[in-house]
């Protein structure tokens, strides 16, 4: 159990809010039965000589001391006290103060006598707002705001704010169950409690904030205090301090800037919901503000995913093959690409739908289902003039995630009985650069098994050239982007020089993709580069076509 953490401001500003509530609130430490004030310059301060037992008129600890057994259980406690012919009731609240000499526990006593006639049973009480005041407006796992509170201080803080735009800016942990699942709650607990502190440090001075439920974290403050390389900077602390073996938290943050200060503070809240959901980045920190066409994408999106067990089920998602070429036109292999042939929009490109289908955790699905058909793609050929012919499927950095990768490729290639040198599996360069050590040895067991990998697009991450040297893959794709770079960029060129003679030296071949032009192609050429992929030779095409275009016009083909 966390007990909440308060600094000395906050439990200042709260004692203050409930002070009315009871007759005495006053913080003890239960394990010298002391009382404990704060001083007008912040200072924590023990009372010399005074017991909070005194308050009771004894003179050595209280039987089952209410406090006491909030401190051991980490939970609220309650208890009835006589003091002369006065019943009160006593509601301790365990708490940890921090304070610049460090955080020690403490808890909050909230007194308040029991009157003639008002019989109260214990269910009662617990009713009663006033005991139950603390409970209604503060999370007691993290000591910060909860939704209720959160909701009254932000009406309140927008009331006070009408001259200043102001900003909510809605936190939360990707895959946070996984964790919970994966590492157990205190972990996951661990986290919350490092996003509390987040949220204070950012916006503890500055406006409001709060845990509304589970992993989600809110805060409002004036547009000008926002100070979005601090969000990051200090996201990423947490993000830091929260890895645990090969798992690293990522934090994403939707921005809602507000345009009407009296929108009811759930709609705004949904509207940064809707900007968080549109994260498409995989980097552990990571925002995006509020557009208003975000809730068509998310329209979109919720459209793809409705549709998508049905394309499965009637077979609406087929695959277009790409020719991999040589410098003359000849024919050396093929990447298959998904299509979606929508009953109603025809033609889907894929991406309108892949990016959704990962974001919905579904994209596993989608590939198994087109590794598949590629497979038995494969199986067919088996014998003919095209057996000679390996095709290259695509592996999204999300497969990894929920299935075991090499298990299904072996899987498959065995129930088809397809030699596994004839398909090859593209892992993107950010997959790899995601988890570098992982995917070396998942690139390792899938060459023993006798597949080849290639990295798919090289160049679009940062460390490329370092990647080489690490991993041993078969083929690197330089992605089109670098291309386009290269025409405008005398650097882009040197680096591509470097890359490609690296790559021969490690023994990988090299493929330059998006080629459009004679030009490119010949430039690609000059630098030492062997195979091509583009429109330049052809776009991606049906089999029925690519078999037509490239084996029954040459009779015999010339694979
Ligand atoms: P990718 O793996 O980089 O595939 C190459 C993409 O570049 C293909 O787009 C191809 O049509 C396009 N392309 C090839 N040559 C040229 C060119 O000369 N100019 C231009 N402008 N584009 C060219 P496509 O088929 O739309 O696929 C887009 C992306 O979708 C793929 O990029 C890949 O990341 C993903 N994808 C496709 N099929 C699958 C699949 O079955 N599973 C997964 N996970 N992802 C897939
Ligand atoms: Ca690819
Ligand atoms: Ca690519």
């Known amino acids: 159990m966390i007990i909440p953490s ?55 600890r209280c039987l089952d001391c209410a406090s006491y ?37 403490y808890c909050l006593e909230m007194i308040r006598k029991v009157n003639e006639g008002d019989v109260i049973s214990d269910d009662e009480w617990n009713k009663d707002a006033g005991s139950i005041e603390f409970r209604e407006v503060i999370d007691t796992l993290t000591g910060i705001s909860n939704w209720e509170g959160f909701k009254d201080a932000a009406m309140e803080y927008l009331s006070h704010a009408a001259d200043k735009k102001s900003i909510l800016i809605r936190a939360n942990i990707k895959d946070f169950k996984l964790v919970n699942q994966l590492y157990g709650r205190s972990r996951g607990n661990d986290i919350l409690y490092s996003m509390a502190a987040m949220c204070r440090e950012l916006a503890g001075s500055k406006g409001v904030y709060g845990r509304i439920r ?53 709609i705004m809240c949904d509207k940064a919901q809707i900007a968080l959901k549109a994260i498409a980045s995989d980097h552990p920190v990571a925002l995006n503000r509020y557009r208003d066409t975000m809730i068509l994408d998310r329209l979109y999106s919720s459209e793809v995913i409705s549709g998508f067990e049905e394309a499965l089920r009637k077979d609406q998602m087929s695959i277009f093959l790409q020719p991999q070429n040589d410098r003359n036109g000849k024919l050396l292999s ?44 494969l199986k067919n050929w088996t014998g003919t003039v095209k057996e000679n012919l390996p095709l290259s499927v695509n592996i999204s950095p999300k497969d990894m995630i929920y299935i075991d990768i090499e298990k299904t490729f072996a899987d498959l290639v065995r129930k088809y009985d397809v030699d596994p040198s004839r398909l090859n599996l593209e892992i993107t360069e950010s997959a790899v650069m995601a988890d570098p050590e992982g995917c070396i040895e998942l690139v390792k067991r899938l060459q023993n098994r006798g597949f080849k990998v290639e990295i798919d697009d090289f160049g679009t991450g940062y460390s490329s050239l370092n990647l080489l040297k690490d991993i041993q ?23 591509l020089n470097h890359i490609i003679s690296m790559a021969k030296e490690l023994d990988m071949s090299v493929i330059t993709e998006g080629v459009e032009t004679k030009k490119q192609l010949d430039m690609m050429y000059d630098m030492g580069c062997k195979m091509f992929q583009g429109y330049y030779f052809s776009k991606p095409i049906p089999i029925m076509e690519f078999e037509a275009k490239y084996f029954e016009i040459k009779e015999g083909g010339a694979v």
């Not at 913080?27 to 308050?55: F, L, M, N």
């Open 6 to 60: 308060f600094k000395i401001d906050e439990i200042k500003q709260f004692m203050k809010a409930v002070d009315e509530l009871y007759d005495v609130v006053r913080i003890v430490d239960p394990s010298e039965c002391k009382v404990i004030y704060i001083s007008s310059d912040g200072e924590i301060k023990r009372s010399e000589g005074e017991y909070c037992h005194a308050q009771w008129g004894r003179g050595r």
């Open 69 to 105: 057994r909030a401190a051991q259980s980490g939970m609220i406690q309650e208890k009835s006290e006589i003091s002369g012919e006065q019943a009160y009731k006593v509601v301790a609240v365990p708490l940890v103060l921090d304070d610049e000499t460090g955080r020690r526990q």
């Open 214 to 266: 589970a992993d989600h974290f809110l805060m409002l403050m004036a547009e000008e205090d926002f100070d979005e390389e601090a969000l990051r900077r200090v996201a990423q602390k947490v993000v830091d301090r929260q890895q645990f073996g090969i798992y690293k938290v990522h934090i994403q943050f939707g921005l809602y800037p507000v345009t009407d200060r009296k929108e009811d503070i759930s």
């Open 334 to 377: 093929a990447e298959a690409l998904v299509r979606w042939n929508h009953p109603e929009q025809g033609i889907v490109p894929p991406d309108r739908f892949i990016s959704v289908l990962e974001n919905a955790g579904l994209i596993h699905e989608l590939d198994c289902y087109i590794w598949e058909k590629t497979v038995i793609q």
């Open 473 to 495: 893959a078969n083929v690197i794709k330089i992605d089109r982007a670098f291309l386009k770079s290269i025409e405008q960029e005398k650097r882009s060129e040197i680096i």
